[in-house]
């Protein structure tokens, strides 16, 4: 494999095949309701990331349970990792995070979590919580914050809401409690070019972190992006340069890091443009592809840690 595939991580891991189940919460974001800003991210539509998932109005138990069923029907599982993925997961009064960790870390099955949010809506208090839930259980446990550039200019310009800066605050303090940190990253927005790339893999590889998911920008209708897209003033890249860009990043991350996803999907209603009209699966066939032909693979230029400039000293020094 030329990458750290996250399938492979976890059947090593529990022994066995494990599958996320998304659960709705039905909450909101600090950047769409006035807390922080209005209207959310240039890119966010009304349903925000887990489109997939069941209606809120189901209990978080009932939601699992539901999804069980269909999975472990289907694939033969008999674990599984509980995904609250829409929207902004610790957004929410603390009392009420408590409750929800807790319906799902004692679902029978559930045997991890991850936990979906912005890097300004993790603190101590919401993490410390996590801690006292999981103690005395052997659950995987990932925070999964949507970085998606460390171009702050970038950041401003999709109306992210925060900066680099709370990023790496939110991830020092994640790891502290000893939680995985998952980065979500969107590798072809508006104004970032291969030099962004680059400096996404070499942050995420410095901070430690453990896992990274990859999205594709895509376009839903009746957002900001959607007016600037219809208007011709927001150029999607081609395929062919987004397959560059993944495995350009890919080269330049540490070997250690897991990749959860190479590329997201969107759902076809109300979406103006999406992964260029072609099935993910065949972009991440593209993506292997193009390693194939650069004979590369996940890690092969990541010298640039501990000292790179003092390596002609200590040539054997890794």
Not at 51 to 68: C, D, F, G, H, T
Not at 117 to 126: A, F, G, K, L
Request: glycine share 8%; proline share 4%; charged share 20%.
């Amino acid at each position: 494999m030329r990458y750290n595939a996250y399938s492979q991580h976890l059947i090593e891991k529990f022994g066995t095949r494990v599958y996320k189940l998304p659960v709705n919460l039905g909450g909101t974001c600090p950047n769409r309701d006035g807390n922080l800003g209005w209207g959310g991210c240039i890119y966010c539509g009304a349903e925000g990331a887990g489109y997939e998932a069941l209606p809120a109005s189901l209990p978080v138990r009932k939601q699992l349970e539901r999804n069980m069923a269909y999975i472990g029907k289907h694939y033969r599982a008999h674990k599984y990792i509980a995904y609250f993925q829409s929207f902004t997961n610790t957004y929410l009064p603390l009392e009420l995070f408590e409750e929800n960790m807790r319906v799902a870390i004692e679902t029978p099955g559930v045997v991890g979590l991850s936990i979906s949010t912005r890097p300004d809506c993790i603190n101590d208090d919401y993490l410390d919580c996590l801690a006292k839930l999981a103690s005395g259980h052997e659950l995987e446990i990932d925070i999964e914050l949507g970085l998606q550039t460390v171009n702050y200019h970038t950041l401003a310009s999709v109306n992210r809401g925060h900066t680099l800066a709370e990023f790496v605050d939110a991830v020092l303090r994640t790891h502290r409690r000893g939680f995985a940190v998952c980065a979500h990253l969107i590798l072809n927005l508006p104004g970032d070019d291969e030099l962004d790339v680059i400096e996404n893999a070499k942050l995420l590889s410095a901070l430690g972190i453990q896992y990274v998911k990859l999205h594709a920008l895509y376009v839903p209708a009746n957002t900001r992006l959607g007016e600037l897209y219809l208007r011709g003033e927001v150029r999607m890249i081609p395929l062919e340069e987004y397959v560059q860009r993944v495995v350009t990043f890919l080269e330049y991350l540490h070997p250690g890091v897991v990749i959860q996803r190479l590329i997201g999907r969107a759902p076809e209603e109300n979406t103006l443009f999406c992964n260029w009209g072609t099935s993910w699966w065949k972009i991440r066939d593209m993506i292997v592809e193009c390693m194939t032909e650069r004979n590369s693979r996940q890690g092969c230029r990541c010298d640039y840690l501990n000292g790179k400039a003092l390596k002609r000293f200590s040539p054997g020094r890794a």
